[in-house]
């Protein structure tokens, strides 16, 4: 893996996670205040990721229409 970071193809794919997947996380860790999940079990908090992952795109939503 080390090796495949450190080409340049490697560096221009994992240099994209800035932009593209680390912001949403970022964003719904601090606006959510999501540190740790409310429920326990893989079925359970992928429901509830699922939840969060909703209404955060909901919200993005609501901004543009009204921005």
Do not use: D
């Not at 699922?50 to 795109?57: D, I, Q, R, S, Y």
């Amino acid at each position: 893996m080390r090796r495949e970071v450190r080409s340049v193809a490697g560096r221009a794919h994992y240099g994209r996670r800035k932009c593209i997947v680390e912001p949403a996380f970022g964003q719904m860790r601090q606006g959510r205040g999501l540190r740790q999940f409310l429920t326990s079990g893989v079925a359970k908090v992928r429901r509830e990721w699922h939840l969060l992952a909703v209404t955060h795109n909901l919200g993005k939503l609501y901004r543009a229409q009204v921005g």
